[in-house]
C-alpha cells in the first residue's frame, strides 16, 4: 500500500517534471504595443515577458484573450491563474487580486482624430468621451470629470474594447478616448488619431494572480528580477518601444 502509494507519488512528479505545469494567462489583446494578436498568435511586451518568466519558472503558458473587466472576475474564479494585460496596481485592485512588482510606469493620454482641432479641452466641453470598462482612464474620467460635474455621464462612452473605441472616434461618434500614455502613442503612429493631452497619473504596471497563491507570485517576482538583472527586459522594451 504504501509502496504503491510512493510509485503513485514519484510518477505524479515525474510527469509534472517532464511536462510542466501549464499557467493559464488572461489578457485583453487590444493593447499594443502590450498585448496584441497578430497573425493569430498572442503579441507584445507583455506576452514575451511571460514568456521569459514562464521559461525561468518552468512552466508552460495557455494565453486567453478576453475584455478587460472581465480579467479580475476571471482570476477570483480560477478560469485564469495570472493576468498579464498592462494592468495598473491600484488599492481597490490590491484587495481583490495580489500584484507583483512593478514593471512599467504610465500616465493618460487624450487622443483626438488626426485631422481635427480639439484640444486638452474636450474634457471640459461637451466632449463625448471614450474609455474602456473599467480601466483606469474610465476611472479618471468617472472620478474627476463626471465626478465634479464637468461632463455629462451620458457624455462619458465605455467601451469593451478600444477597437470598437476606436472606430467610434474615427466615424465621429466620439470626440476624444482618455487611455493609457504608451499606447495612445502606438495608436498615434500606427492610426489617424493624435495625442492632444496627458494626464499625469504615474501608475505603475502589475502582474496580477489570485490573492495569496503565493507560490506563483514569488516565482513571477523571482523571474522578474532575474529579467532586470540581465538585461532580458531591456532587450524586450527595446524590441517593443
Ligand atoms: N492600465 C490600465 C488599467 O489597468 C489599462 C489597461 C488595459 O486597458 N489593458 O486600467
Not at 501549464?22 to 494578436?37: C, H, K, L, Q
Not at 480579467?71 to 493576468?83: N, S
Not at 502606438?186 to 499625469?200: M, S
Amino acid at each position: 500500500m504504501r509502496l504503491t502509494r510512493l510509485f503513485l507519488i514519484t510518477l505524479l512528479l515525474f510527469v509534472t517534471f517532464l511536462f510542466g505545469k501549464t499557467i493559464t494567462v488572461g489578457t485583453s489583446a487590444d493593447f499594443p504595443p502590450f498585448e496584441y494578436i497578430e497573425n493569430g498568435q498572442f503579441v507584445g511586451f507583455d506576452m514575451d515577458l511571460m514568456r521569459e518568466i514562464a521559461k525561468l519558472a518552468g512552466f508552460e503558458l495557455k494565453f486567453v484573450d478576453m475584455s478587460f473587466d472581465s480579467l479580475i472576475p476571471a482570476l477570483r474564479a480560477g478560469q485564469v491563474d495570472v493576468v498579464a494585460a498592462a494592468m495598473t496596481i491600484t488599492d481597490e485592485r490590491k484587495q481583490v487580486v495580489d500584484f507583483s512588482t512593478p514593471y512599467w510606469t504610465a500616465d493618460q493620454s487624450i487622443i483626438v482624430k488626426a485631422d481635427s482641432d480639439l484640444t486638452i479641452t474636450v474634457l471640459h466641453q461637451k466632449g463625448r468621451i471614450g474609455v474602456q470598462t473599467g480601466t483606469t482612464g474610465d476611472l479618471w474620467c468617472t472620478d474627476n470629470l463626471v465626478g465634479k460635474g464637468l461632463l455629462l455621464e451620458k457624455n462619458l462612452k465605455r467601451y469593451d474594447t478600444f477597437v470598437l473605441a476606436l472606430s467610434d472616434l474615427l466615424n465621429g461618434n466620439i470626440d476624444a478616448i482618455v487611455l493609457d500614455s504608451p499606447v495612445a502613442n502606438r495608436f498615434a503612429a500606427i492610426k489617424p488619431v493624435k495625442v492632444v493631452g496627458i494626464i499625469v497619473t504615474g501608475e505603475q504596471y502589475g502582474i496580477a494572480v489570485k490573492k495569496g497563491n503565493k507560490e506563483l507570485l514569488d516565482k513571477i517576482n523571482s523571474a522578474i528580477k532575474v529579467l532586470n538583472e540581465t538585461g532580458k527586459m531591456a532587450e524586450l522594451i527595446d524590441k517593443y518601444f
